[in-house]
């Protein structure tokens, strides 16, 4: 068990660049999720896959994101057009298939928009 | 909705004493699960502690130990035998589906 995974984890992008970020999960979980933390904030829930289904998305989750997890492995975060506002560490956490098993978090890539 | 609160920004503890975290949370829910999480500077969320809300007996786990006070909503996190490495942010979390829902975190300093 390697644990959670994410790469990069530091970005330092301009405002209006795209950004893509990427989330390998402990190898049997069945569940992704992707969290995003502020400074000073706990983690907000942004979405969540079972295998390749992305089954809900936050509010938060604003057209220019885009997240995807193709044949149920690891999962990429896209951000377009980038705004100051993204600025914040993204987390990623892997759990088994039942809905309240723990999840284990990722490092987390944290974001700078310039 | 359900929120989770920690009402201390900051806690210090000396060396080998004793210290204990708050938490409260408000739901609906009469399902649902309790994290203490463990944020060292710099590196990932570490889970401390989980307790279901159907079991009455506070969960332990060596040094850590929960006062788990469902009718209260009240989830506070008992450090004992404070070492340096506790140093770190604790983050108490809420689950009745799959989303966790995370409080604003405590810092906690280990004083030498």
């Known amino acids: 068990d390697t644990g959670v995974s994410q790469d990069p984890r530091h970005k330092i992008t301009k405002r209006g660049q795209n950004v893509t970020f990427r989330c390998d999960p402990i190898?049997?979980?069945?569940?992704l999720y992707w969290y995003r933390q502020t400074l000073g904030q706990g983690p907000e829930f942004l979405t969540y896959f079972q295998n390749e289904a992305q089954l809900e998305k936050s509010r938060l989750l604003s057209d220019r994101f885009s997240a995807e997890r193709p044949k149920g492995s690891f999962s990429t975060l896209e951000i377009q057009r980038t705004e100051q506002g993204d600025s914040a560490m993204y987390l990623c956490?892997?759990?088994?298939?039942?809905?309240?098993?723990?999840?284990?978090f990722g490092p987390g890539t944290r974001l700078t928009v310039l | 909705a359900q929120t989770v609160t920690q009402s201390q920004p900051e806690m210090s503890v000396q060396e080998a004493e004793t210290v204990t975290l708050s938490c409260t949370y408000d739901t609906s829910e009469s399902d649902y699960y309790l994290f203490w999480y463990k944020q060292p500077p710099s590196r990932q969320m570490i889970l401390v502690i989980r307790q279901e809300a159907y079991k009455q007996q506070n969960a332990t786990e060596n040094r850590f130990s929960v006062n788990f006070q469902k009718a209260a909503k009240s989830f506070s996190l008992k450090i004992s035998d404070s070492q340096l490495g506790d140093a770190a942010m604790y983050f108490c979390a809420y689950t009745g589906t799959y989303k966790y829902i995370f409080g604003t975190g405590t810092r906690l300093k280990v004083l030498a």
């Open positions: 956490a892997s759990s088994l298939s039942v809905s309240t098993d723990t999840q284990y």
């Open positions: 190898s049997e979980h069945n569940r």
